[in-house]
């Protein structure tokens, strides 16, 4: 059965630092490129970051890009976002989801962990 | 403001049918990217509904269908249930921005 399960959110300061973490289960972990996608309150879907399988290449939304870097440790079957310098419009619900190896979607996701950023 | 342009709401009563459309351009659907489906519940996740253009996951029911031509992409319901009540996303590949690209959203009500 294919689990991921997101932790680390909470409430944080403008300009602070947050990481947050994913662990997977129920797949090989080190086959798939993993995403972080994220969903302020009451608004849609944003993709975040993605990882391949083996770590070497990440990419990022131009919103985070220079802040957030996307990680994995392949022999803990866990993803991390670490995420610096935080602000409002940082604010929502992450949500870290497999990636397909066929083209290009996501499934499963996890069940999300909230970030708030405010002081 | 999203890439991907979908209604934000339909409706329709028990057992009609509804279509959510999701219009692209020549860099995203137009290109040739696949297009893929999710179905928000209330305070759930995302989870896939419909993968490259037209198919189910295994579990989905046969009522959910998609459809993919030129710039845009569709997604049906057929034969609405009370159960179909959630925000559906569209979400694609854009090659110029070298990003994935979500849908605006569209909640559907079951009247």
């Known amino acids: 059965q294919l689990h991921l399960v997101e932790s680390g959110g909470g409430v944080v300061q403008p300009g602070r630092s947050l990481r947050l973490s994913c662990a997977a289960s129920g797949f090989t972990f080190s086959d798939y490129a993993m995403h972080w996608v994220r969903q302020a309150p009451g608004k849609g879907l944003e993709w975040v970051a993605a990882?391949?399988?083996?770590?070497?290449?990440?990419y990022y939304a131009d919103s985070v890009k220079g802040r957030f870097t996307i990680s994995r440790d392949n022999s803990k079957n866990t993803l991390y976002l670490q995420m610096n310098s935080l602000t409002g419009e940082d604010t929502a619900v992450y949500y870290c989801?497999?990636?397909?190896?066929?083209?290009?979607?996501?499934?499963?996701w996890g069940q999300g962990t909230l970030v708030t950023v405010s002081s | 403001q999203s890439v991907l342009t979908q209604p934000p709401s339909v409706s329709g009563a028990p057992g009609q049918r509804v279509t959510i459309s999701c219009s692209g351009s020549?860099?995203?659907?137009?290109?040739?990217?696949?297009v893929h489906w999710y179905q928000q519940l209330p305070g759930t996740a995302p989870k896939l509904l419909m993968y490259?253009?037209?198919y189910r996951p295994s579990g989905v029911p046969d009522r959910f269908s998609g459809s993919k031509s030129g710039t845009s992409a569709s997604l049906a319901i057929t034969g609405l249930q009370a159960e179909d009540e959630a925000d559906y996303y569209c979400q694609s590949f854009d090659s110029s921005l070298n990003t994935y690209v979500f849908g605006s959203g569209t909640k559907v009500t079951v009247l």
């Open positions: 490259g253009n037209k």
């Open positions: 990882i391949w399988f083996d770590g070497r290449n990440e």
């Open positions: 020549s860099s995203n659907i137009g290109a040739g990217n696949d």
């Open positions: 989801a497999r990636g397909s190896q066929v083209s290009r979607w996501f499934d499963p």
